[in-house]
């Protein structure tokens, strides 16, 4: 009787509670930037700065908003930052689901060694490269252009997505594939029109990543553009600080506003993300 209860004691304080627990913690601290952020976007400069410190504005305002998009434009930096986004993410996943198939099915003499290459690329920090890229797309005479900033994101996603995608493939039997090309299919349609789809959560997963990461790229999208017009979201919320001064409510409602798309997204494909996730997680 006493070891069923110690035993029943000991699933109760390694199960549930202590899960919910650590969940809350995880939960508070994923969530605490983003509500201060926000919660700054909505007070005016006095109340941000009054004494003792209010957690929650007393008397919320859009205000900071419409400043905003009013002192910067901050509707091109959106739509600079959605385009190479969008247009990263679709070179990112086309290359790395070719290369992830390949990977995948064929029978490389050095498989293993490609892999270890991609994993160890994928571990470069940024600054490293920065030199390098930037003397490649001024040799290209790609300078401020979208295309200096696809090129370089579409690389640096290509390490994590490929891999996350080869697990997926493994896991599909290629008695499907073979089926399919008895009934006609090519080998890049059973790719695309069997394999593809059975992987679709990891390929959202890839995805929602390639497209997170070129959103949120800061460096590379300072580095290699100087015109105001062509601008992503990252460099223009810089532009928001003065020499002496800092508008934290208006620099926090600009970073609410590029926080909302990938929100939306990610609300969007949740389940999808979180079971390529896990799949993922599974499979590798």
Known sequence: MSMTLASASTSFLSGKPLRL???GILLINGMFPALWILFTSLKTEAELTAKPISWIPHAP?????VQA????PLHIFLFNSFMVALLSTALTLLVSVL??????????????LILSLIIAVSTFPLVTLLVPLFEIMRALNLLNSWTALILPYTVLSLPVCTLML???????PRDLENAAMIDGC??????FKVVVPLCAPGVFTAGILAFVNAWDEFLLAL????NPSLRTLPVGIQLYQGEFAFPWPVISAALVVGIVPVAILIVIFQ?????????????G
């Open 21 to 23: 627990i650590a969940a």
């Open 61 to 65: 305002t859009v205000q900071n908003f």
């Open 69 to 72: 998009f009013s002192d910067q």
């Open 99 to 112: 290369a992830a198939y390949a990977l995948a099915r064929l029978n490389l003499t050095y498989r293993g």
């Open 166 to 172: 080869v697990s997926f493939f493994e896991g599909i």
């Open 186 to 191: 090519t080998r890049m349609g059973a790719l």
């Open 223 to 226: 580095s290699f553009n100087s």
């Open 271 to 283: 389940e999808r993300v979180v079971s390529g996730l896990t799949a993922g997680g599974i499979k």
